[in-house]
């Protein structure tokens, strides 16, 4: 059910500045780990996805890093923009199929 | 990209009453969808895996005569909510994937805000 006074991390950051982006993800043996982007009141939005064999992957304006040793992720927006405000997700796919468990999300707010 | 749409957008409905929600994949078939419930400012909980011509598998802790689940057709999954109650106020969002895609990538639906009075 609902937790009442939950809130998200925030991260606050200067438009032009970059943003990090970090996640703990649970299960050493997923395969495939993904960056989604939700803007208020809408479904979640692809970003970049990274394989479990890779460390590094780079898309437009953001990269995604991958440590397996400690189960961490990070996305990294480059010259961060208004439009990237909106909180992110990472998710997580174990055991081949495309049932995904997501982290609890970061609010990105990007003041001018 | 692929769209999945959802409808409706947002619903309010007095409690005890049910509530349908649809979600369609528009220009790909699907043999799997999958419905999400996000409570404001949390992450989004799977619920279900809903699979075409056969029956939903539910998460753990979610009741399956609560939340009705129907594939009955590649392009068309619907959730109804059964006896609404105000702690069903939710969001929620179903996933599908091009089943004969090369990728994995998943297309979410844009979500559907559920209100009980």
């Known amino acids: 059910g609902e937790s009442v006074g939950l809130h998200l991390p925030t991260l606050s950051v200067q438009e032009g500045d970059n943003s990090i982006i970090n996640c703990a993800y649970s299960?050493?043996?997923?395969?495939?780990l993904i960056w989604y982007k939700q803007e208020s009141g809408k479904g979640p939005q692809f970003i970049i996805d990274?394989?479990?064999?890779?460390d590094k992957r780079q898309g437009q304006r953001v990269t995604v890093l991958l440590n397996k040793t400690v189960k961490h992720l990070s996305l990294q927006i480059a010259a961060t923009q208004p439009g990237d405000s909106a909180v992110y997700f990472c998710?997580?796919?174990?055991?081949?199929?495309?049932?995904?468990?997501f982290g609890t999300g970061t609010q990105l707010k990007v003041e001018l | 990209g692929a769209v999945v749409s959802q409808h409706p957008s947002w619903v309010i409905c007095k409690s005890g009453t049910s509530v349908k929600i649809e979600c369609r994949s528009l220009?790909?078939?699907?043999?799997?969808m999958f419905w999400y419930r996000q409570f404001p400012k949390q992450s989004l909980m799977l619920m279900a895996t809903?699979?075409?011509?056969?029956?939903?598998?539910?998460e753990q802790g979610v009741e399956k005569d609560k939340f009705l689940i129907n594939h009955a057709s590649l392009t068309l999954s619907t959730l109804t909510v059964t006896s609404a109650h105000p702690e069903d106020s939710s969001f929620y969002i179903c996933?599908?994937?091009?089943?004969?895609?090369?990728?994995?990538?998943?297309?979410f639906g844009e979500g559907s805000r559920l209100t009980v009075l």
């Open positions: 299960n050493s043996a997923s395969d495939y």
């Open positions: 998710a997580e796919r174990t055991g081949g199929g495309n049932k995904l468990t």
């Open positions: 809903s699979n075409e011509g056969s029956k939903a598998t539910y």
């Open positions: 220009d790909f078939q699907a043999t799997t």
């Open positions: 990274i394989r479990s064999n890779m």
């Open positions: 996933s599908a994937r091009d089943r004969v895609a090369f990728t994995g990538e998943l297309f």
